[in-house]
């Protein structure tokens, strides 16, 4: 039997913590149980990965290219801005839907005793999804009675984070697109309900 190719093999190791962070709900995992699982040495995995802080980084770099590739593109389509929001928090609420290992990796748990650049490295990418839900807050030009864009996009991030985590905390039995177009109804009805649909 032929062995993997080196890209293969990384492909291997990513899919496979992936998979360990979903089936145990986020703890932290060694690369001694991750070489196991793989069915290699701890030292093939080196060979692929310097570090396992690097095994995480690449896992936000799929993480980034899956959501904001998406995003850029809902950014740039002719709807009204409330129907932009919509879609973008629909996205991050499915991802982790679909994603239970990598919404355990958002939650963060798992990267408790790993380098703190993991740490700022999981700020960057809320903050950069905050930075997109501004933005399209600031073109949908909300009523002068509410908030500032900033604050709305806080809340509206702390909402998605907040139902990651619930399906993060009940092992996914309450997924996080539970009742959210209800949810998202009553949210786009504050703050969208002067904008004409287009």
């Known amino acids: 039997m032929a062995r993997p190719r080196r890209g293969e093999r990384r492909q291997e190791i990513l899919e496979t913590l992936a998979r360990l962070l979903e089936e145990t709900s986020g703890a932290p995992i060694t690369t001694a149980q991750l070489a196991s699982a793989v069915g290699v040495s701890e030292a093939a995995l080196y060979r692929h990965f310097p570090s396992k802080?690097?095994?995480?980084?690449?896992?936000?770099?799929?993480?980034?290219?899956?959501?904001?590739?998406?995003?850029?593109?809902?950014?740039?389509?002719p709807v009204a801005s409330s129907i932009k929001v919509?879609?973008?928090?629909?996205?991050?609420?499915?991802?982790?839907?679909?994603?239970?290992?990598?919404?355990?990796?958002?939650?963060?748990?798992?990267?408790a005793g790993e380098h703190e650049r993991l740490r700022d490295r999981l700020a960057q990418l809320y903050d950069r999804l905050e930075t997109h839900l501004r933005a399209l807050l600031r073109d949908a030009n909300l009523p002068s009675g509410l908030p500032a864009p900033s604050v709305c996009a806080q809340l509206l991030l702390a909402t998605a984070d907040g139902r990651?985590?619930?399906?993060?905390?009940?092992?996914?039995?309450?997924?996080p697109l539970a009742?959210?177009?209800?949810?998202w109804a009553v949210l786009s009805a504050a703050l969208f309900a002067h904008e004409p649909v287009s």
Not at 53 to 77: P, Q
Not at 179 to 183: L, R, S, Y
Request: aromatic share 12%; proline share 0%; charged share 20%.
């Open 164 to 175: 990651v985590a619930q399906a993060v905390r009940t092992r996914f039995r309450i997924s």
């Open 179 to 183: 009742e959210w177009d209800t949810q």
């Open 53 to 77: 802080a690097r095994m995480f980084e690449a896992l936000f770099e799929f993480i980034e290219e899956s959501l904001f590739t998406r995003i850029n593109r809902i950014g740039a389509e």
């Open 86 to 111: 919509g879609q973008v928090l629909h996205l991050w609420l499915a991802f982790a839907d679909k994603n239970h290992g990598l919404a355990n990796l958002l939650q963060g748990a798992v990267l």
